[in-house]
């Protein structure tokens, strides 16, 4: 090469291995433990619904893309996929097909997409997908298929079809049901653990998200910040409610291991674009999503609450940023 | 196993690539002519004192820098005075250049001693200062500062460590490392005059530990020196920034803004310390350096002491000529480096390596949008949030991004290399830097 033909840039010279897509493909795998869970506990409908809401995401953002915003498709960075995985992982598998549908177009269309695209949304596409389709479908949305007892060696009790845990046992103390009776019929904490639970397709397996969420950490995709705080506050609060009245509450690892708290800690309250930019930020914003998840598991209408949770605390992001700045080197108080 | 030592905001750990690290410091043939700059340092350019046709010695003083803040330029070979001329350098804009065509015999300044001095005299501080001055010696970490200048400390201030930086966390250099393992006793009598001049107990060493044997080596020499501590550091990029190595040793910021000596420390470059030995005890001005010339697909990586103003087209092909992979040519490191447009600008007493960066590297690769991740915040040593400072530049909000820190950034280029998104944030933060201080220049004059 001739030196007329050298490239001239500012420095760096050299560029680090992270991209968009080793992001967000590792992410991808990080979920396929939690996939293959459900997989074996609910057969293929929750391998259909995944697969379907991944497809629906992927055309969706590539023909909004290419034929209305009249952009270079950006699908394969694989953020897509990752918000149909997340989407499909939100729902009950025996959801019809065409409300997949809606679910995804909702998450893509408007949710990303209007907003300028991946990094420009101030909301969890994939849990707009899901609100929305709570919101406008909630039979639907709520009738949770049982695991299928044949393929599984642990104890599914008869009494849990159609409910998720938590909702058996919303149901139950709003009876005024002790929780100790309402317990023995709800699966066990063991069975929440390995995943025979009602529920939705990728909140199954409390383990197998632990597993994918190792990954994470691992790969430096996220980090501690989030995930800790916000079941550390989890923990806490409910553990401080089921010390005062046990009876009526159940044990905080019940909690932790049940109704998305980890798929949301790990995936959803995660997601880089809609958390906040510094670490103490990132404390606060976990803990808020706790809080509120148990406000309103223990307090509000819904047994769960993840999703409302992470998404009231996206909406406060840029006053987060704007309150917790990094800390910086040698700085001088003003004054 | 201890847990080693390093800077406590952000960071980075690029690949290594220390090709030349057991290559020996080579002597590079004198070249047929040289090109030396007056402006190779921080501060004033020097006023040339040569006129065309002129014959100069090996050390002749030929510029003279004008002002505190300035240094001296010498003959690097001798010769007579071709031209004086202007050549596009390593900044990419033309440069005043003094032009010398070598003499087949080399005749040294008549005072300058060539062979192993008598290294037991001793020197006033004033005499150190006036010799490191009269030297032309600089900043040889790349930042090219006039070390006179840092040998003076202001009235009210001490200088409680002499911090020397032979970090060389810049991937791919080797020059430092080549120059301890080599030239270890006389950096070390460079450090025992700089303390003397400072007046100064204290002097730390700071290594990274992927140089274990020049730790090894200047440990075991440090001995017969008192007060003198190498101390070895976790391989972490930029610990060779000046406030990042303070604190990685003594755990002190300092503050936005202020110069080491805020918190009792002056720093030099290890091969800052070995120009004052030679200036001390041999009146050798700096007319040669240690330049590492690698690359990936360089056949074979070496590190020449090379003349001032020697052209870097002579080092490329002393190891071999530009590979035909070779899309790049940087005068510096893979960091923080620049790029050059022209090899036959010279070496100048701020090239510490030129590395050659094949195709595949070379090219940037598209920018997207931010996708929010935060990792530029991460790995910012100076605690800045390169997103917003970027955003706040492209939205011409200067004066928030003033008040956001930009000033503080060391142009590191961490975050650039880290962004996922191939964002350019430390060129949109170059453009912020340089737009405020336009703005505070009109604040002063008001
Ligand atoms: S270049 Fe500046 S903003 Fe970027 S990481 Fe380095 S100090 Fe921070
Ligand atoms: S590293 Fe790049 S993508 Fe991530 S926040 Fe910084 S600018 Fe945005």
Not at chain 2, 310 to 337: D, Q, Y
Request: charged share 20%; proline share 6%.
């Amino acid at each position: 090469m001739g030196q007329s033909q050298l490239i001239i840039s500012h420095s760096p010279h050299i560029k680090g291995k992270d991209s968009i897509e080793s992001i967000m493909y590792g992410v991808v795998i990080a979920m396929l433990p939690a996939l293959m869970a459900s997989a074996w506990f609910y057969g293929i409908g929750a391998l259909k619904v995944v697969i379907f809401s991944v497809i629906f995401s992927v055309i969706f953002e590539f023909l909004i893309q290419k034929y209305l915003l009249k952009i270079e498709p950006t699908v394969k960075d694989g953020s897509a996929i990752v918000t149909g995985i997340l989407l499909g992982f939100n729902l009950p598998s025996s959801l019809p097909i065409w409300m997949i549908g809606v679910g995804a177009l909702v998450a893509i269309g408007i949710a990303k997409l209007s907003f300028g695209g991946l990094g420009k949304n101030p909301f969890n596409p994939a849990l707009v997908g899901r609100v929305f389709l709570l919101v406008s479908f909630p039979v639907e949305m709520t009738s949770w298929p049982r695991p299928l007892d044949t393929r599984t060696m642990l104890s599914i009790p008869d009494a849990l079809t159609g409910a998720t845990p938590l909702g058996l046992i919303k149901e139950g103390v709003a009876k005024g049901e002790p929780i100790a009776e309402i317990m023995k019929n709800a699966p066990s904490h063991l069975d929440a653990l390995f995943g025979a639970i009602g529920g939705s397709v990728g909140e199954v397996s409390a383990l197998a998200l632990i597993v994918g969420g190792l990954y994470l950490l691992y790969k430096k995709i996220i980090t501690w910040h989030i995930p800790i705080s916000f079941l550390g506050t989890i923990a806490i609060f409910s553990g401080v409610f089921w010390l005062i009245q046990p009876e009526k509450y159940v044990d905080p690892l019940y909690h932790l291991l049940t109704g998305g708290i980890l798929l949301g800690a790990f995936f959803m309250a995660t997601d880089m674009v809609t958390s906040p930019m510094s670490k103490l930020g990132m404390l606060f914003f976990g803990a808020g999503a706790g809080l509120i998840t148990i406000l309103i598991r223990l307090f509000g209408a819904y047994p769960e609450g993840v999703s409302f949770a992470i998404l009231i605390m996206n909406a406060i992001v840029p006053l987060i940023n704007i309150a917790f700045k990094p800390k910086r080197f040698g700085e001088v108080k003003n004054g | 196993m201890s847990i080693l030592k390093t800077f406590k905001l952000g960071g980075i750990h690029p690949k290594e690539g220390k090709l030349s690290a057991n290559s020996p410091i080579k002597v590079f043939p004198l070249p047929k002519t040289v090109y030396i700059p007056v402006s190779q340092h921080i501060g004033a350019p020097a006023t040339v004192l040569v006129a065309k046709g002129e014959t100069v010695k090996t050390g002749q003083l030929i510029a003279k820098g004008e002002g505190f803040i300035s240094a001296n330029i010498h003959s690097s070979i001798t010769g007579k005075v071709a031209k004086i001329d202007e050549i596009v350098d390593s900044s990419g804009y033309p440069k005043k250049v003094i032009v010398i065509d070598r003499a087949n015999e080399e005749i040294w300044c008549d005072n300058i001693i060539n062979s192993d001095p008598n290294t037991t005299k001793e020197f006033t501080p004033e005499e150190v200062k006036q010799k490191i001055r009269e030297a032309g010696i600089v900043g040889l970490g790349g930042a090219t500062f006039p070390s006179h200048v840092k040998m003076s400390v202001p009235e009210g201030k001490t200088a409680e460590y002499l911090i020397i930086n032979a970090v060389e966390c810049e991937p791919y250099l080797t020059s430092d490392h080549r120059l301890m393992l080599e030239k270890g006793d006389e950096i070390l009598k460079g450090i025992s005059i700089m303390m003397k001049t400072l007046n100064t107990k204290k002097t730390l060493i700071g290594i990274e530990n992927n140089k274990k044997d020049a730790i090894e080596h200047l440990q075991k020499l440090s001995k017969n020196y008192s007060g003198v501590e190498v101390i070895s550091l976790k391989v972490q990029y930029p610990q060779g920034g000046e406030k990042q190595l303070i604190d990685a040793l003594i755990k002190k910021e300092v503050p936005s803004g202020k110069l080491p000596i805020e918190v009792g420390c002056v720093v030099q470059n290890v091969g800052t310390a070995f120009a004052v030995y030679e200036a001390l005890y041999k009146n050798k001005p700096l007319i040669e350096r240690v330049v590492t010339v690698t690359g990936d697909s360089v056949k074979e990586p070496s590190n020449f002491l090379v003349r001032i103003g020697t052209p870097i087209e002579s080092l490329i092909e002393a190891v071999g000529g530009l590979p035909e992979t070779v899309a790049k040519v940087v005068n510096g490191g893979p960091m923080m480096g620049k790029a050059l447009s022209n090899l036959s600008a010279p070496v100048t007493k701020g090239t510490s390596g030129i590395l050659l960066i094949d195709k595949k590297e070379a090219s940037r690769k598209i920018p997207k949008n931010c996708i929010r991740c935060a990792r530029c915040t991460m790995v910012c040593p100076m605690g800045l949030a390169p997103y917003l400072l970027e955003n706040l530049t492209n939205r011409k909000l200067f004066e928030s991004s003033e008040k956001e820190g930009i000033m503080d950034c060391i142009e590191c280029g961490s975050c650039s290399y880290t962004c996922p998104a191939n964002r350019a944030l430390l060129d949109m933060i170059r453009v912020g830097k340089s737009e405020v201080n336009t703005i505070r220049s009109k604040r002063v004059k008001k």
